[in-house]
């Protein structure tokens, strides 16, 4: 009884994490780069046209985002059909900050279970332990606190979470029979219709952009070297990597080759800097961003001695070998990912290659070894040690809590509401703007020009009788 009523205050507790995040995203403003892409703009038609990039390969095309289809797409769909659902309950402009909170929330709730999940299938952990999981979890994820520009997962700017984190979360959905099928030591064998789910999801995903794409390459290099590993010492062979597995990741392998080649056509990509000078980069943008805030050396420190107090202090116990092994996996995961980071090209807003959101496969693996070895420490300590760790996790936990507790956004909606608003009242077909925030921007609009993508999704979503021009002042 006592265990079904800890499990509910935990499911309580992950569900009001999840609450704090819809209303935080509720009140973010939009940025300026949806309409380019939901409508899209003409310099984004191409990609929609060639999915998987038959004109790069074939005519040496260069476009915008030419392995990235199904981003564009998924977000082109989600916004055009979801706030004119939401118009059946709420206003129209209230049903864009809301479709923008319910993307997010959704990515952020899927990426905490499906951790937890792997978590849970590491460690054996039964249902309370899953939610015990979730729960240490949950407020990691940054989105109000000065911890954000660090670990922020779910973006400010909703475009990019559907570019960052949903892509991510659709490769853990793709990895975990594999996973699955690892920690159970047995073979994988998947009925024909699930390896056709699979076939669909590396499709999705491989054109899904370079984020996701060098993710993938980066686990399936360490799975083949265990592969070879296996090759060569056959008593230590990885009983999973049955015939259908080799095949299904061989495929995976190819489709991901081919979309990291046909990227490189993105004439978005910015080449200025040689590889020698991204390189010198790299360094200055670690140190950095592990400097910025407090948040990321708290919990690189946290990880580091659970990984030393799981090798010292909970000798004999199941599982520990493999989340040992798991944790030098994830290690060699981001060193490999961060390495590889220069090949990606050169942006101006990310002077130093590396952010938050470049970040994320890293800060994912990281949210994964802090779950697996706090769970798997706090189930096996004994005495006082297990209270003493218990209270550090706690500390640890109530810190990321009160970090992200905040309800009154020192950058929110609502001067962009009222823009909106006024932008919808307004008689005529051009409208000068009496503030001067962004409106669906990322800078003040000066021109009537500038304002014409805009205009035609305001028009589309209902938000203006008609379309409107509008520029500031």
């Not at 704090?20 to 003409?42: E, K, M, N, R, S």
């Not at 049955?242 to 495929?251: C, E, K, R, T």
């Not at 109530?398 to 823009?419: K, M, T």
């Amino acid at each position: 009884m006592k265990k079904r009523y800890f499990t509910s205050l935990l499911v309580v507790f992950v569900v009001l994490d999840w609450a704090l995040t819809f209303w935080q995203h509720y009140h973010l403003p939009l940025d300026g780069d949806l309409a380019a892409i939901v409508l899209p703009a003409p310099w984004y038609a191409p990609v929609l046209h060639d999915p998987f990039g038959w004109a790069v390969l074939t005519k040496n095309a260069v476009y915008s985002a030419t392995n990235r289809f199904f981003a564009h797409a998924t977000m082109s769909l989600y916004w055009k059909t979801v706030p004119r659902l939401l118009q059946h309950f709420m206003s129209p402009i209230s049903s864009l900050y809301a479709a923008a909170a319910l993307f997010a929330t959704a990515t952020q709730a899927g990426l905490t279970l499906g951790l937890a999940a792997y978590v849970r299938r590491a460690s054996g952990a039964g249902r309370p332990g899953y939610w015990l999981v979730a729960a240490l979890l949950g407020p990691l994820f940054q989105t109000a606190s000065r911890l954000y520009e660090q670990l922020g997962v779910t973006d400010h700017a909703i475009t990019y979470t559907f570019f960052y984190a949903w892509p991510l979360l659709l490769v853990l959905g793709l990895f975990w029979p594999f996973f699955a099928a690892a920690c159970g030591g047995q073979p994988l064998r998947l009925p024909w219709w699930r390896v056709l789910l699979l076939l669909a999801l590396m499709v999705v995903i491989a054109f899904n952009g370079p984020l996701a794409g060098a993710t993938v390459a980066i686990v399936l290099l360490g799975v083949g070297l265990r592969w070879l590993w296996g090759l060569r010492h056959p008593s230590q062979r990885a009983a999973w990597l049955s015939n259908q597995a080799l095949g299904l990741l061989f495929g995976l392998g190819l489709l991901t080759l081919y979309s990291l080649y046909i990227g490189r056509n993105n004439n978005e990509n910015d080449y200025s800097h040689t590889l020698g000078e991204l390189y010198q980069l790299l360094p200055l943008g670690i140190a950095r961003l592990v400097a910025m805030q407090v948040g990321l050396p708290v919990l690189l420190a946290l990880v580091l001695a659970n990984s030393l107090l799981v090798r010292r202090l909970v000798p004999g116990t199941p599982g520990r070998e493999r989340v040992r092994r798991l944790l030098g996996w994830v290690a060699a995961a981001a060193a490999a990912y961060l390495l590889l980071l220069p090949l990606g090209g050169y942006r101006a807003y990310r002077p130093y290659l590396l952010r938050y959101d470049t970040f994320l496969p890293v800060t994912l693996g990281l949210l994964f070894a802090y779950g697996l070895s706090a769970y798997y420490l706090l189930v096996h300590l004994r005495g006082r040690g297990r209270g003493t760790y218990a209270l550090v996790v706690g500390l640890f936990t109530g810190y990321f809590i009160v970090s992200d507790l905040v309800f009154r956004l020192p950058f929110d909606n609502g001067c962009e509401r009222w823009a909106l608003d006024e932008l919808a009242r307004a008689p005529g077909p051009e409208v000068q703007l009496t503030l001067d925030c962004t409106v669906m921007a990322w800078g003040p609009i000066t021109t009537t020009e500038q304002s014409e993508r805009n205009a035609a999704m305001l028009e589309y979503w209902g938000v203006t009788p008609g379309r409107k021009l509008y520029f500031q002042r």
